[in-house]
């Protein structure tokens, strides 16, 4: 039987192996309930426990701490185990590690150079490592084709869950909704899944790739992706010239990189020490107008901007700025010596402390001149690097890009995405519709043309700045972006142009409403167990003005017209839509018609089970038992929020369609339409 574990680190992960809890996330100065013997009269700054792990995390306020705490611990007796100290030490993927990673779109952070001893996980037994394009692209080994039908089968098993859970949670004497009724004639789904789109571009369609630095399992700096997830202990960096999906332009940087790193006076990031310098690569790269690519070639992508991220606390400026001088002309090198030459619109400096390297978005940025013979004079002129952008096309529209925004990572297959998502939200000149989630106004601005108005809704500052100014590029007028959290501003949007009195649209606030279920659940657990988070701090106001007001692209009188078509098109974060905005959709009776944008398709579920299940006669006083919502899947949570959904005509799914943005890997993007 294998022994407790804790390492001993400052500020960093300890493992506690086979001790078993209910709760998986302890707060700052608490314990779980059955492990507080364990911790009794040892000071800590907090703890962790994922349910069902063998190893625990414990963090120590400093140094001296630590060490006092792991001498305690050291020995101590839990049942009939002892639990054991460790060091954290680097390790490729474990033998038992089953869980497919897109560390593309994950968090990726460097470790330590790794030993010798590696290769044994923490219970003793040999771990077995997988190749990199295995864990970044695990279905490149089967033909495309095969690729589309094996998603098409997840999904169909997915959105089974929407039927059966919305059954479960129809109130007691209401008749079951005809949707369901009839999802028995198309086995059991909620709707017709009428197919999957394919991406016009199988290989090396990122527009996006953030590279980690590291070492690899030769203890080599790499810059590259990692080998496996970070919670079970992977830290091993491997590079990404195998990966299918990954550009070529993003390739070669990430090589160019690392070799400018072998050769640097300042350390690559230890995220277990919480020290060194260089951390993360991105190459965010913009095609030009109505080019098809071939993966192969450079053949239209016409700007790449590079994005560093280091952590400078602790080091000297000048040296600091000397290396960034030896940084820009190494990828001015890198990027003249191939033939054809390598585009390098601009250079980024992003300035983070934490230990992961997602940073927040208010995270100093830096920019690094470049010359104007290989660099975009445009983006010469500004030494600001929140002015810095790249550009990229969609239906014929030019996106300005700033260096953290959000942009599909695949951009000819994102404009299927929208067209779709138009063509089944009906639109027309009298239709108002609302853009949630807009990013840089990417979807909206495409059907800006189809609509009357739009209203874009984004948390991000620096994504609804970018909105503003792709409308004016583009010369759109007829668009709105709010910088606020959509469960803000929904309410009070709602009222503003459609002209419903208050009364007849719930207050946003929903700790003043019947659906008071706690505020964290607002990011609840998938069903993998994975928590994720939708609800960052960030600012309510809207950019130049208030939510009400505010700045705008709208022509004069708009805002006062009355719209008789109200659609929503919602794209949210993996987490999905917060509370508050499922409830502002499902109680207005205006909105008819919903398009549900998902990359995450067990989240879509979650939402449309509060969407689409049934109102109950009347609304049940008290009895709100929301004791253990933090260990429900986001169905059962879903179909919990049901039942305090005040009384309101539900949605009934009508169709879904899935577009691949992401071949070669798990993920694909699910559209359902909602109406009522």
Sequence with gaps: MAEPLLNTELSSSKTLDPIDTHDSTFEPHQTPPQDAQIYEGIPFKHAKKKKGMMVGFVTFEDEEQMKSSSKDLEGKSI????????????????????????????????????????????????????????????LAHMAYADQLEQKKSSLMQILKRLTRNARKACPTGVPLPEWILKSR???????????????????????????????????????GFMLGNFREGVTAVEEAVNCPNVSPIACKYATIFQEFLQHSDLPVWNRFKNTGFWRQLTVREGRTNGNVI????????????LIVQVSSASFDDAQVAAEFKRLAQAFIAGATSHCPSLPLSALV???????????????????????????????DKSNNAMDVRIHDY?????????????????????????????????????????????????????????VGMVIGIEMNASAVSDAHRNAEINGIKNCRFICSKAEDVMGSLLREYLNVPKEQVDDPNISESGYDISEDSACPK??????????????????????????????????????????????????????????????HPRLRRLVYISCNPETLVANAIELCTPSPITMEKGNKDNRGWRNMSSAGLARHRAKSMPISEAFQPIKAMAVDLFPHTQHCELVMLLER
């Design 349 to 379: 400096v992003q300035d983070h402390q934490g230990i992961s390297n997602v940073a927040p978005s208010d995270a100093p940025l830096h920019y690094l001149p470049i010359p104007k013979a290989v660099g975009d004079p445009e983006m």
């Design 526 to 587: 998938p069903e993998n167990g994975e928590m994720t988070s939708h609800c960052p701090e960030n600012n309510n106001a809207e950019v130049g003005g208030d939510a009400q007001k505010g700045s705008s692209s709208e022509n004069g009188n708009t805002s006062k017209q009355q719209f008789k078509n109200v659609v929503a098109i919602v794209d949210p974060p993996r987490a999905g839509l917060h509370p508050t905005v499922i409830k502002a959709l499902r109680t």
């Design 79 to 138: 049942g009939n185990k002892r639990l054991k100290v460790a060091d954290v030490i680097p390790r490729p993927l474990e033998k038992k590690c089953n869980s497919e990673v897109s560390a593309l779109d994950k968090e990726n952070s460097g470790g330590d150079v790794p030993s010798n001893d590696d290769n044994v996980a923490v219970d003793g037994s040999v771990s077995k490592t997988r190749s990199l394009r295995d864990v970044v692209t695990p």
């Design 394 to 450: 969609i239906s014929n529209l030019r996106f300005s890009i700033s260096p953290t925004a959000f942009f599909q990572v695949n951009t000819l297959a994102a404009e299927k995405l929208y067209s779709l998502a138009g063509d089944w939200a009906c639109l027309g000149p009298d239709t108002l519709l609302f853009d949630i989630c807009c990013g840089t106004g990417t979807i909206g601005l495409t059907l800006a043309h189809r």
């Design 185 to 223: 004639e198309i086995g059991g789904l909620p709707c017709k899944l009428e197919g999957i789109i394919a991406s016009p571009i199988v290989n090396g369609y990122r527009n996006k790739c953030e590279f980690s630095v590291g070492y690899s399992l030769e203890g080599k700096v790499t810059v």
């Design 294 to 305: 071939d993966a192969d070639t450079f053949g239209g992508i016409a700007e790449t901007m």
